[in-house]
């Protein structure tokens, strides 16, 4: 059974690989407690790098920083079975509980 810091993980790399005009990239620091995933691409006339995806997990409840995809990324926690209970919109304003 996958923990939620697997889910997570696992969700998060989906946001990741090819895209048209550049390549995005999953990345974790070494206690795997903050995710990013970044995007960096190129059109041919600018060069863009932008954060698609900031995410924490301090403990058992997953704080979702900024999101900026078509899919927002609560949709496909909850769709791969993380009560939405646990996951907290701090760009969308919720609050955010006192975490250790």
């Known amino acids: 059974m996958d923990t939620m810091k697997d889910t997570l993980i696992k969700t998060m790399q989906g946001y990741a690989g090819r895209s048209l005009v550049g390549y995005s990239y999953f990345t974790s620091n070494e206690d795997s407690s903050f995710f990013t995933v970044t995007t960096v691409a190129d059109n041919g006339e600018h060069r863009v790098v932008n954060h698609s995806l900031t995410v924490?997990?301090?403990?058992?409840?997953?704080?979702?920083?900024?999101?900026?995809?078509?899919?927002?990324?609560?949709?496909?926690?909850?769709?791969?079975?993380?009560?939405?209970?646990?996951?907290?919109?701090?760009?969308?304003?919720?609050?955010?509980?006192?975490?250790?």
């Open 56 to 100: 924490r997990l301090p403990g058992n409840i997953i704080i979702i920083e900024e999101d900026i995809n078509n899919k927002p990324l609560v949709d496909a926690l909850v769709q791969n079975g993380v009560p939405r209970e646990q996951i907290i919109l701090a760009y969308a304003g919720e609050a955010i509980p006192e975490v250790g």
